[in-house]
Nanobody, 119 residues
Framework: QVQLVESGGGLVQPGGSLRLSCAASRTIFSSSAMGWYRQAPGKQRELVAAIRRDGSTNYGDSVKGRFTISRDNAKNTVYLQMISLKPEDTAVYYC?????????????WGQGTQVTVSS
């Protein structure tokens, strides 16, 4: 069953902003660190940002100062606010939930949402 549902991608001009949302099932959201990854054509998937259950965050170097990840525990939703977008931010963005189960990391992925930065 679908457990992570992303929304908010689209086409934006350089310098513009977008906000991505990812709604998760309560069971997964409450027990997981949440994150956003992206994959551009011909490149490996890379971490964009992650937020743990305690609210601590980390970011990929290329997005520091421009992207902000947050989570709304009441809505079981994680957000990625993106500003000052660049053409190199163009990629499919994937929501990720990562939790430990019996000592093993379990990852859940959304279906991906396209972000295109172009004039």
């Amino acid at each position: 069953q679908v457990q992570l549902v992303e929304s908010g991608g689209g086409l934006v001009q350089p310098g513009g902003s977008l906000r991505l949302s990812c709604a998760a099932s309560r069971t997964i959201f409450s027990s997981s660190a949440m994150g956003w990854y992206r994959q551009a054509p011909g490149k490996q998937r890379e971490l964009v940002a992650a937020i743990r259950r305690d609210g601590s965050t980390n970011y990929g170097d290329s997005v520091k100062g421009r992207f902000t990840i947050s989570r709304d525990n009441a809505k079981n939703t994680v957000y990625l606010q993106m500003i000052s977008l660049k053409p190199e931010d163009t990629a499919v963005y994937y929501c990720n939930a990562a939790r430990l189960l019996l000592g093993n990391r379990i990852d859940y992925w959304g279906q991906g949402t396209q972000v295109t930065v172009s004039s």
